[in-house]
């Protein structure tokens, strides 16, 4: 069977390579080029195709991979909001997953990402490079005994309730079900009620039409003062122009995120030598109580190796015609 792997880094190299010894049955091409409409082409003769979220695997790419020959589209995420998957079902293409690797890669950078802007590590790194050892701008509040809103409590959510109630604070959680593993300490709210009694927010839930900016102003307005946000699950829950206002009406004391809606087209790419014409996120850059990351969570050596054994094995019970579990069915 032959894979063509898109938008392939080194790293993916790196943990591809070792697991595909034990799938021979396999041979994997990789390329730099993403997946697009324009680049679907190059799929022919291909069975599979290896996609990330960046991908653009809307109806047109998945027509022209369709008329290239290939079966199985091969998401190597968990998110797979940038599928057409009802597309991809009326062509008789079948779509898989990785949706649970490693939740705890996820869910420690969400909290990284909540300390480093409660205690401002990114300026505190930069002031004693600069021979400055001042306090000024680095004070932080502690988490000891405040209260973690966890907004999502699947196989994320529920690790960083649990990192959360490791740092000793209280932990309220909204989702459309409540996860029976956590009911003997996490109390589950509305998202109203969460969203007025954290310290602490944290979005692991998935890009849905009803999850779509389900962070704006009107919601913000409803946070306490100095509450943190984090997130690290996708861009499009928080509507970057309200989160601006919302961070210029002084609501937050820390905002960290792994994804933000401008992310596609950066996304492990080197633009430090472009200038950014029209760009929401350097605005949101230039406060002194943001921090972003480049979609870095899922990036630690074993959420790697797993997501590189899952989307083989994926391609294997593809071909097999073995529902498995990681289908992307709607
Ligand atoms: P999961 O499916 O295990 O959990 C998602 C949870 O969200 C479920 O409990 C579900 O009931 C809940 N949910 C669905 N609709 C909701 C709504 N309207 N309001 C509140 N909760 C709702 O998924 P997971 O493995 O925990 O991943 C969560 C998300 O994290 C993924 O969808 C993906 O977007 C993101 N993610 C990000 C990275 C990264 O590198 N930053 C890596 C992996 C996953």
């Known amino acids: 069977m032959k894979l063509l792997f898109y938008a392939a880094k080194t790293y993916d190299k790196k943990s591809f390579g070792p697991v595909n010894e034990k799938y021979p049955d396999i041979v994997i091409d990789y390329i730099d080029h993403e997946l697009e409409p324009i680049t679907a082409s190059l799929a022919k003769g291909y069975d599979g195709i290896c996609a990330f979220v960046s991908a653009d695997v809307g109806a047109q790419t998945l027509t022209v991979l369709k008329e290239c020959g290939v079966k199985y589209v091969l998401m190597r995420c968990a998110g797979y909001n940038n599928v057409d998957v009802e597309k991809a079902k009326e062509l008789g293409i079948v779509v898989k997953r990785v949706p649970g690797y490693s939740p705890e890669s996820v869910a420690e950078l969400a909290m990284g990402l909540a300390l480093a802007v409660n205690r401002r590590l990114y300026k505190a790194y930069n002031k004693v490079r600069e021979n400055d050892y001042t306090l000024n701008g680095l004070r932080g509040v502690n988490f000891y005994k405040k209260t973690a809103g966890i907004v999502g409590t699947g196989k994320i959510g529920a690790a960083m309730a649990r990192i959360c109630r490791g740092f000793g ?21 509305s998202l109203d009620e969460l969203l007025g009694r954290s310290d602490l927010i944290s979005l692991h839930c998935p890009l849905l039409d009803s999850t779509y900016h389900i962070i704006n102003l009107e919601n913000i307005k409803k946070m306490k003062d100095g509450v943190i946000l984090v997130n690290t699950s996708r861009g499009a829950l928080v509507d970057t122009d309200e989160l601006i206002e919302g961070i210029r009406l002084d609501k937050f004391l820390g905002v960290g995120l792994d994804v933000y809606e401008e992310e596609t087209g950066n996304v492990y790419e080197d633009r430090s030598d472009e200038i950014m014409k029209h760009s929401v996120t350097a605005r949101l850059l230039s406060f002194p109580n943001v921090m972003i990351t480049s979609h870095q969570g899922f990036y630690t050596m074993e959420a790697l190796e797993a997501i590189a054994e899952t989307t083989l094995q994926n391609m294997v019970d593809a071909s097999n015609g073995v529902v498995n579990g990681n289908d992307c069915l709607k």
């Open 169 to 189: 604070m209280k932990v309220i959680a909204y989702d459309v079900y409540e996860n029976p593993d956590l009911k003997d300490f996490v109390e589950y709210v």
